[in-house]
């Protein structure tokens, strides 16, 4: 009967380490999970900042972009002619910085004293000018834009083709 019990009693020792170190490493998933989103909510904030300016008709066809802009001073924002050679070699060596209003940055990334998340950078962003479409009517633009999490290791990049028109169109009608 004593023998029993000890095998019972090991058993019931294995199945908690089991269930302790699984809770960790749902943890570390959790953790990952997370700081990766901020990494894309942080690279789609600076994407959208950068199809809104677009927006506000600052358009072209650009120029060689070659430095480092900050992108939080529209006048210092540009189009680029030349493409990004590798959008996921972070960071660039040509690109607009974008600090969004709420967004905290800290070198060494983490969690700072109050709780908040402290970004390992600013997101950066790229505008391409891709050319006229087919029918000469519009203007295409790729906007890349990338972000960090709380570490370096944490980085998202995305990308949108965005479509300038102007003018008038006749919808037909009366």
């Not at 998933?29 to 789609?44: C, L």
């Not at 072209?60 to 070699?89: D, E, F, K, Y």
């Not at 972070?90 to 908040?116: E, F, I, K, Q």
């Amino acid at each position: 009967m004593l023998v029993v019990g000890l095998i019972f009693l090991l058993v019931v020792m294995v199945l908690g380490v089991a269930l302790f170190r699984s809770g960790g490493m749902a943890e570390r998933i959790a953790g990952n999970t997370r700081e990766k989103q901020h990494a894309v909510e942080a690279a789609q904030s600076a994407l959208q900042y950068g199809e809104w300016w677009l927006s506000q008709v600052n358009r072209g066809a650009g120029s060689a972009c070659t430095t480092v802009t900050n992108a939080n001073v529209t006048a210092q924002m540009q189009v680029c002619s030349n493409a990004l050679a590798n959008p996921t070699a972070l960071p660039w060596a040509a690109r607009a910085d974008y600090l969004p209003p709420s967004m905290t940055v800290a070198a060494g990334g983490g969690v700072n004293a109050a709780g908040d998340i402290n970004y390992q950078a600013k997101p950066g962003l790229y505008i391409n000018y891709l050319g006229l479409t087919p029918d000469g009517l519009s203007e295409m633009y790729q906007v890349t834009a990338f972000g960090y999490g709380g570490a370096a290791s944490t980085a998202a990049v995305v990308q949108s083709t965005f479509k300038m028109s102007t003018g008038v169109k006749d919808l037909g009608g009366l």
